[in-house]
């Protein structure tokens, strides 16, 4: 090769056809991609002869791209862009024709055969958008069809079939451009091969892009022989659908494949019928929803179909009648969507790491909760196996993993533990229910897994991991430097680390789970290392024991059973969310818990869907805008997110699609942050509403009254209390009272007889029943009517006589019948009389009562008799 030439690590033969005047160049040195939004993506570019040029490709083609793609790790090839996505660089080009030799499943030699520089017409300059998933291909089969083999470092191998299912063969499908998974199940199929055969497990929810965006656990696995490996047989490419952003490969946006190019299907009429036929397609069951999508979410690729029409039973989607036309028809703009009966999910949520949390299904297009109503093991068994999390240590109730929202799917669930879903358990219909979010049902799997060291300052320590529900230790036999730099990392305790050999942490009680483990440069987590099998008895003694100090910065929060989260051991996706800045807990900068530190999300993309999903999980109701460029201030610390892509209609912001921020795309200026209406939310099904709040500019002239306002009706509602207390009180008193009335008729009544008979002198039973009944007309008489009589002997009722015609008392035996009748009458003849008796004497009131005395006597007999024989007793 000519010393003036160079490799960027795939150069590339040189053809000799070239021009006389490009004869004295006899190599190129490799591509590139320039100017595009990834490393994945943009311009294709030429070294030659030591200066970069674009390529001209008049023959530039999917095919092409596709190599170029794999060539240059960049996955499989998405779309060719249209017109000058990508600028057109320094003006230099190279004109030629790229093509690439292919020997088996592999693309090299990828060369151009004709090399010119000069000008390049419009649109043949190369252009490329990859998937950017590299690390996963398929052999020994077809394109879209084979045993499955991934990458680590530089030495491919084969993938351990242990943990492999169809979500993660569909995710490796989708990443290869080959359509979804159709099978797994191949026979001896394929399998046949060199190489190591690594132990990765690969726990997808479907909808990742990459299988390496999927949770990787390669610790602690079970080894595989060379015949038990992963294949898969893909739906293919030709003329293949896909529904994009959905929560399954069965539900979201339709997408078609038109030569190799994924198009976008646009329709004004989408109906059900039509919905039919792709889930039909797809072997995603029937269609349960036709939709159009909201502006956010439409695609921005090309257009495949326009104006579909089926009849229902049409096996494919191009059966229908379709428009294939480019010019866009009056009124057909929208981007169409589906959910199919087969997009029902399963996720556990808010126990931070895979198999333990809130049970929650996707049913319908919606996501929703389990009431724990007959909730147990056998229940829990089937969800953790369908999770691919081993069985169940606890069927937890409660809401032991936070409250959830919306909809609560199932109650009474009844499993025998053989069911391979949930959804085939006896049950209550879904939808029916007397549950409240305060009953969510929860698991505690066996395969999920948390590290801490144990016994000293959280980031050093005995080395202990969470597994099968127990905490154990880990042994130290050919551990390196690397796996404890891991450790720490994994821990978020720094980037450096060293094993302890004096063992000062003690020695542990538990199991002895792992031990040979091995890191490399690529592991993040402790989870992608490889290590011998799990095993209660992996270290013989407890000498071997691992004690790591970590170096860096200190974790402040002790690991524990569940999580490290800010407020306690059982972190919900509620207390991993927060605004500061604002004036009250539903305004302000938004910032998210990760990795042990709070940090804040960039406002790229930042739009009121996302808000309102803030809002909704904050218990803040509906957004009312959301704010960008720090609007309540800078945060501090690490950016965590940016373009978060919400719907609006998620339950947790950790539900929406959004990219992790590792470059520099932002800084602090451009901190996100929400305006929220301030409709608070209540854990039971009914919901207590406030009222709006203000915008930010004017809450600040409003939170003063309205503390003081809650303040004095605080007083307000004390001092009534009081009141109510003190006339509670008088009323207990008055009523008291009732109790001497009768007493005083049966005492004066009895005095009097007893008089009477023994010839005494005095009052007589007119003056008798002045006594009782005068006083009130007296009142109004004026002091020269007033006589005065002496209490008797013994019976001084206090003023008790005043009470009876003022305050009825409860009926006596003494005073029913006529007597009750003639104090009724005496009574209102006292009222009527009132005004004439401004000269009353003794002796008018003796005539006037004389009849009465006549009525009352045989009462008083009787009643005065009774009396004698007691007192004679």
């Known amino acids: 090769m000519d010393d003036n030439c160079f490799s960027v690590g795939l150069c590339a033969s040189w053809s000799t056809s070239l021009p006389s005047n490009l004869g004295h160049r006899k190599c190129y040195g490799g591509y590139r991609l320039s100017n595009g939004s990834t490393t994945c993506s943009g311009r294709v570019e030429l070294l030659h002869g030591g200066s970069w040029g674009t390529l001209c490709d008049y023959l530039w ?12 790790d960049c996955g499989v090839a998405l779309s060719i862009p249209d017109g000058q996505s990508f600028g057109k660089g320094n003006g230099s080009f190279w004109n030629g024709t790229f093509s690439c030799k292919k020997n088996g499943s592999y693309s090299r030699d990828c060369s151009v055969s004709v090399l010119d520089q000069s000008e390049c017409p419009a649109g043949n300059d190369a252009r490329v958008i990859c998937s950017g998933c590299p690390g996963g291909r398929l052999v020994n089969g077809t394109t879209c069809s084979g045993r499955v083999e991934i990458r680590h470092g530089d030495t491919w191998g084969r993938l351990c079939s242990s943990h492999w299912n169809l979500q993660a063969a569909s995710v490796l499908c989708y990443q290869l451009n080959c359509g979804y998974a159709k099978s797994i199940q191949t026979g001896d199929s394929f399998v046949d091969g060199n190489g190591p055969v690594w132990r990765d497990a690969f726990h997808c929810k479907g909808t990742e892009s990459c299988l390496w965006d999927c949770a990787q656990v390669t610790l602690g696995n079970p080894t595989c022989s ?10 293919g490419l030709t003329e293949s659908l896909r529904l994009s952003d959905g929560q399954s490969r069965c539900d979201g946006r339709v997408e078609i494949s038109l030569d190799g190019m994924w198009s976008r299907v646009l329709d004004d009429d989408w109906n059900i019928k039509d919905a039919h036929v792709v889930c039909r397609q797809l072997q995603c069951g029937i269609a349960k929803r036709a939709y159009y999508l909201p502006r956010s979410e439409r695609g921005i690729g090309p257009v495949g179909l326009r104006s579909v029409h089926c009849d229902g039973n049409e096996t494919q989607l191009l059966l229908c009648k379709t428009s294939h036309s480019q010019v866009l028809s009056a009124g057909v703009a929208e981007d169409v969507g589906v959910i199919c009966s087969d997009s029902q999910q399963i996720r556990l949520v808010n126990g931070t790491k895979r198999c333990a949390g809130r049970v929650e299904l996707y049913h319908d297009g919606i996501w929703g909760t389990i009431c724990d109503d007959n909730w147990d093991l056998s229940d829990a068994n089937v969800v953790c196996r369908q999770l691919g999390c081993g069985y ?13 929202s919306g909809q609560i799917w199932l109650d009474d669930v009844n499993c025998t533990g053989s069911e391979s879903n949930i959804w085939a358990c006896p049950s209550s219909v879904w939808g029916h229910h007397n549950c409240q979010h305060k009953e969510d049902a929860g ?27 127990t905490w154990g230790s880990i042994c130290s036999n050919r551990m390196s430097q690397l796996t404890a730099v891991t450790v720490c990392k994994h821990l978020n305790c720094g980037d450096g680390g060293e094993i302890e050999r004096d063992f000062k942490y003690g020695r542990g009680s538990g199991p002895t789970w792992l031990d040979h483990i091995e890191c490399a440069e690529q592991h993040s987590s402790l989870w992608q290392c490889q290590s011998d099998p799990w095993d209660p008895q992996s270290c013989d003694t407890r000498a071997e024991e691992t004690h790591i100090s970590c170096s860096g910065r200190k974790g402040a929060v002790t690991p524990t059973t569940f999580t490290e989260c800010p407020n306690s051991s059982s972190c919900s996706d509620r207390e991993k969310l927060r605004v500061v800045g604002g004036e009250d807990a539903c305004s302000g900068r938004v910032e998210i818990w990760n990795q042990g530190s709070w940090g804040t999300i960039c406002d790229d993309s930042w739009d009121l869907a996302d808000a309102n999903v803030v809002c909704r999980q904050l218990g803040c109701g509906s957004a009312v805008s959301a704010l960008s460029e720090a609007a309540f201030g800078e945060g501090t610390g690490p950016i965590w997110l ?14 929406c699609p959004s990219k992790p921020l590792f470059g520099k795309n932002c800084n602090h200026k451009e901190d996100a942050a929400v305006d929220c209406s301030g409709v608070t939310e209540t854990t039971t099904s009914s919901t207590r509403a406030a009222s709006p709040r203000r915008s930010v500019t004017n809450n600040k002239r409003v939170s003063v009254p309205v503390i003081l306002c809650i303040i004095l009706g605080a007083l307000l509602c004390l001092v009534l209390a009081i009141l109510a207390g003190l006339i509670q009180r008088a009323r207990a008193q008055q009523r008291g009272s009732y109790n001497s009335f009768n007493e005083a008729v049966y005492e004066e009544i009895d005095y009097k007889l007893m008089k ?16 009782l009944y005068g006083r009130d007309c007296d009142k109004e008489s004026g002091p020269g009517a007033t006589q005065e009589v002496l209490p008797l002997p013994g019976n001084n009722l206090e003023g008790g006589y005043d009470d009876v015609t003022d305050t009825p008392g409860p009926e006596d ?16 003849e006292c009222d009527k009389n009132k005004d004439s008796r401004k000269d009353w004497s003794p002796n008018v009131s003796q005539n006037r009562t004389s009849e009465a005395q006549r009525d009352l006597s045989p009462a008083l007999e009787d009643i005065g008799y009774d009396d004698m024989e007691e007192l004679g007793q």
Request: hydrophobic share 35%; proline share 1%.
């Open 61 to 72: 083609n999917f095919s092409a791209a596709n190599d170029l793609c794999q060539h240059l």
């Open 642 to 655: 940016e373009k978060v892509h919400c719907k609006g209609t998620e339950l947790s912001l950790w539900d």
């Open 756 to 771: 009477e008979q023994q010839g005494m002198s005095g009052l007589s039973v007119g003056s008798t029943n002045e006594r």
């Open 392 to 404: 169940a240590i606890k069927a937890l109730n409660s809401a032991h993993y936070g409250v959830g």
């Open 813 to 828: 035996a003494s005073l029913s019948g006529p007597n009750k009748q003639e104090i009724t009458g005496v009574s209102e």
């Open 443 to 469: 698991v505690l799997c066996s395969e999920f897994l948390s590290l801490r060291l144990a016994n000293g300052s959280g980031c050093a320590g005995r080395l202990e991991v969470f597994y099968n529900g």
């Open 226 to 235: 060379a015949k038990e490996v992963a294949t898969v047989v893909c739906s």
